[in-house]
């Protein structure tokens, strides 16, 4: 103890002067802190918002290259209008029929865009007007997300509100990281190569000899034996950048053969820690996106009886958008394997359903043999890059109520608009 501090023959009087100085700056603190919060939100803010402009500009470049030469001022027109489209759900106020009136909305919304592409692309090939009208929605994505945040920038600064501030500085490293993969994954669109999210179909078409024939819209179904027994092995029709209707393939399936099991082979979202490329086994339908596909496969199992099994392969969120990684390719032959095991502990026929966006893959055994020529140079730009980095987009999703502060954020919406179709895991 300093003598005299405490004293009372005047030392004291340094402890009022301390413990003044300490209430005032306090108070000081009270009043400027929030400011001194809004400023450093809203130079990240700013910051981020620069990326995603880069982001977005990037991405339409990209895909002006590639769809058409010139750009006329009503393509112009109607391209920005297309980038602002606005996804309603139906509604839930009468849950009957909410699959079927779902459905119905989503094929409007593909139409939509594909009528767009088909009209104003000067390629005709089917499966590159797949690749660029899948590449599109990545251009309505980058530029949806940049309009979110500006958004949210805009109505802090107006209103001041700093509750405001902890949703977004928690947000805006999954706007950033999602805006990334969107690029990412029009890249590979746009060069033809697999995404993270082709396993499935990359494994389904190993298995297949001859070509397929379709049985669904751009479901493709080839009958192969398969260790003495029959299996019936789905596919999305590619190399096009195609998802399908499985939910009608598989029904037609379980109507027409008296399937023993269905096992269903998809990307899915994999915890930090755990390695990409890691195939585990699951039982369900292995599926994302909005659940229309999956809810009829379910249903389609439920009415036959039929077991669902499923094959996972693990990756992020990221992964599961850009080009395919090396870890994920080499996991094929694994998840092969297990599909097969899977369907030899069964008696009669099984359904083995690759499912996935099948941009880059065949729809044979023979027609994948080329594949990983053209990931290649991928897989050196990934060697390059921080094996550690954690994916905020994962991460959020399995915190406890993590996957329910998505949906009821602004990110819901985003999803809604179709810009994550290509990310189902």
């Given at each position: 103890?300093?003598?005299?501090?405490?004293?009372?023959?005047?030392?004291?009087?340094?402890?009022?002067?301390?413990?003044?100085?300490?209430?005032?700056?306090?108070?000081?603190?009270?009043?400027?802190?929030?400011?001194?919060?809004?400023?450093?939100?809203?130079?990240?803010?700013?910051?981020?918002?620069?990326?995603?402009?880069?982001?977005?500009?990037?991405?339409?470049?990209?895909?002006?290259?590639?769809?058409?030469?010139?750009?006329?001022?009503?393509?112009?027109?109607k391209?920005?209008?297309?980038?602002?489209?606005?996804?309603?759900?139906p509604?839930?106020?009468?849950?009957?029929?909410?699959?079927?009136?779902?459905?119905?909305?989503?094929?409007?919304s593909?139409?939509?865009f594909?009528?767009?592409?088909?009209?104003?692309?000067?390629?005709?090939?089917?499966?590159?007007?797949?690749?660029?009208?899948?590449?599109?929605?990545?251009?309505?994505?980058?530029?949806?997300?940049?309009?979110v945040?500006?958004?949210?920038?805009?109505?802090?600064?107006?209103?001041q509100?700093i509750?405001?501030?902890?949703?977004?500085?928690?947000?805006?490293?999954?706007?950033?990281?999602?805006?990334?993969?969107?690029?990412?994954?029009?890249?590979?669109?746009?060069?033809?190569?697999p995404?993270?999210?082709?396993?499935?179909?990359?494994?389904?078409?190993?298995?297949?000899?001859?070509?397929?024939?379709?049985?669904?819209?751009?479901?493709?179904?080839?009958?192969?034996?398969?260790?003495?027994?029959?299996?019936?092995?789905?596919?999305?029709?590619?190399?096009g950048?195609?998802?399908?209707?499985?939910?009608?393939?598989?029904?037609?399936?379980?109507?027409?053969?008296?399937?023993?099991?269905?096992?269903?082979?998809?990307?899915?979202?994999?915890?930090?820690?755990?390695?990409?490329?890691?195939?585990?086994?699951?039982?369900?339908?292995?599926?994302?996106?909005?659940?229309?596909?999956?809810?009829?496969?379910?249903e389609?199992?439920?009415?036959?009886?039929?077991?669902?099994?499923?094959?996972?392969?693990?990756?992020n969120?990221?992964?599961?958008?850009?080009?395919?990684?090396?870890?994920?390719?080499?996991?094929?032959q694994?998840?092969?394997?297990?599909?097969?095991?899977?369907?030899?502990?069964?008696?009669?026929?099984?359904?083995?359903?690759?499912?996935?966006?099948?941009?880059?893959?065949?729809?044979?055994?023979?027609?994948?043999?080329?594949?990983?020529?053209?990931?290649?140079?991928?897989?050196?730009?990934?060697?390059?890059?921080?094996?550690?980095?954690?994916?905020?987009?994962g991460?959020?999703?399995?915190?406890?109520?993590?996957?329910?502060?998505i949906?009821?954020?602004?990110?819901?919406?985003?999803?809604?608009?179709?810009?994550?179709?290509?990310?189902?895991?």
């Amino acid at each position: 103890m300093i003598p005299g501090l405490f004293s009372s023959d005047g030392g004291g009087n340094l402890f009022l002067i301390v413990q003044t100085i300490t209430t005032l700056l306090f108070f000081v603190g009270i009043f400027f802190f929030p400011k001194i919060m809004l400023w450093q939100i809203d130079r990240k803010m700013r910051s981020a918002l620069e990326n995603l402009d880069t982001f977005r500009t990037d991405t339409e470049e990209m895909f002006r290259s590639k769809f058409v030469d010139n750009f006329s001022e009503d393509l112009e027109d109607k391209m920005d209008s297309l980038k602002n489209t606005k996804f309603s759900q139906p509604t839930g106020l009468d849950p009957a029929g909410m699959v079927g009136k779902l459905e119905h909305v989503l094929d409007t919304s593909e139409d939509k865009f594909k009528r767009f592409v088909d009209k104003n692309a000067d390629t005709e090939d089917e499966d590159e007007l797949a690749d660029l009208n899948m590449a599109f929605k990545g251009v309505m994505g980058t530029h949806q997300i940049y309009k979110v945040v500006r958004h949210f920038r805009k109505l802090i600064k107006g209103t001041q509100n700093i509750q405001l501030v902890g949703l977004v500085r928690m947000m805006l490293p999954v706007y950033e990281e999602l805006a990334e993969s969107q690029k990412g994954a029009t890249r590979a669109f746009l060069d033809q190569a697999p995404i993270g999210d082709a396993i499935g179909p990359l494994v389904a078409a190993k298995m297949i000899t001859d070509e397929p024939e379709e049985v669904s819209k751009n479901i493709m179904h080839s009958e192969e034996e398969i260790n003495d027994e029959t299996v019936h092995v789905l596919k999305s029709d590619g190399p096009g950048a195609r998802l399908g209707k499985y939910g009608e393939a598989v029904d037609q399936l379980a109507e027409e053969n008296d399937l023993e099991a269905i096992v269903t082979v998809d990307a899915a979202l994999k915890l930090e820690g755990e390695e990409t490329g890691t195939v585990s086994e699951g039982v369900g339908v292995m599926m994302g996106g909005p659940g229309v596909e999956k809810t009829k496969i379910e249903e389609a199992a439920t009415e036959h009886d039929i077991p669902l099994e499923g094959i996972v392969i693990k990756q992020n969120a990221p992964e599961a958008s850009k080009a395919m990684k090396k870890e994920i390719f080499d996991s094929y032959q694994e998840a092969v394997d297990k599909a097969q095991e899977i369907a030899s502990e069964y008696d009669g026929e099984v359904a083995i359903i690759g499912v996935g966006n099948t941009c880059g893959i065949g729809n044979t055994k023979d027609s994948t043999r080329g594949v990983h020529n053209r990931l290649r140079k991928y897989w050196k730009e990934y060697e390059e890059e921080d094996e550690d980095e954690v994916s905020y987009m994962g991460m959020m999703s399995i915190m406890p109520g993590g996957d329910q502060a998505i949906h009821q954020s602004k990110i819901k919406e985003i999803r809604n608009n179709l810009i994550y179709s290509v990310i189902r895991t």
